[in-house]
């Protein structure tokens, strides 16, 4: 869930930041932290995004001009405007924070001089977060599709057919070493340390693999064939060794 404007003011980066007006919108999301010097920057706006800046747009701006500045932000999707105060601009132009309040526009400043680069790093890492109930991704959706389809054995049969007609021993060995394989984005010399063989070894049972199975290089063919190996191993196909 993305966070706050709110929720981003409580981060210590934000600390002595100064709401001035639209606090009855600090409850909206914020999607991204830009910092922008130029005046025409809600051309380059997706929404809701905060922006940073020095002020440097509003140095000599007449009062239409910050006005207009102000508008063109909450008009582009911007959730928020946050001014230094230290260096390009030392006072806020009140026609800016006219138009702020007009619009219901959140603008805050800083009367101390802050890192944006500490800022957009804090906010960027809070949005980015994952939410705390986001769970590692998992195939199991689609095997309970093929299973609740009654298409599982088809489906297992269509990709490893050929692996599982090989006597158990040769057959594990080699359901094992496409399992790693896959498992390691085929890094041969990574499969061989998981394994606990030569990478020669791997290569050759690669090969096999190869002459069995066909194309092994195509990503779709390969979430296939992973998904083919958990049926496998769960309807005991693959024997224990795949464990």
């Known amino acids: 869930m993305l966070p706050t404007l709110a929720d981003l003011?409580?981060?210590?980066a934000f600390a002595g930041a100064e709401v001035l007006s639209g606090q009855g919108q600090l409850g909206q999301p914020i999607t991204w932290v830009h910092v922008s010097e130029i005046a025409d920057a809600a051309r380059f706006l997706s929404g809701g995004e905060l922006l940073?800046?020095?002020?440097?747009?509003?140095?000599?701006?007449?009062?239409?001009?910050?006005?207009?500045?102000?508008r063109?932000?909450?008009?582009?999707?911007?959730?928020?405007?946050?001014?230094?105060l230290v260096r390009e601009l030392r006072g806020l132009p009140p026609a800016l924070l006219a138009a702020a309040h007009a619009a219901d526009f959140p603008l805050i400043v800083f009367r101390q001089e802050v890192s944006f680069a500490q800022l957009t790093r804090a906010a960027h890492a809070r949005i980015l977060r994952p939410p705390a109930s986001a769970q590692a991704p998992s195939l199991a959706p689609l095997l309970d599709a093929l299973s609740e389809t009654g298409r599982?054995?088809?489906f297992m049969q269509a990709h490893l057919g050929a692996v599982l007609a090989l006597p158990p021993r040769p057959r594990a060995t080699l359901l094992g070493t496409l399992g790693t394989l896959l498992g390691s984005n085929f890094n041969v010399a990574e499969s061989a340390r998981r394994l606990g063989v030569r990478r020669q070894t791997v290569y050759y049972r690669l090969e096999q693999l190869r002459a069995m199975l066909g194309d092994l290089d195509d990503p779709r063919r390969q979430l296939a064939l992973q998904l083919a190996l958990e049926i496998a191993t769960a309807s005991g196909s693959a024997e224990d060794t795949l464990s």
């Open 9 to 12: 003011l409580t981060l210590p």
């Open 52 to 70: 940073l800046s020095t002020g440097k747009p509003l140095v000599d701006a007449t009062d239409a001009e910050a006005a207009l500045y102000l």
């Open 72 to 84: 063109s932000l909450a008009e582009g999707g911007a959730h928020g405007l946050a001014l230094e």
């Open 152 to 154: 599982s054995a088809g």
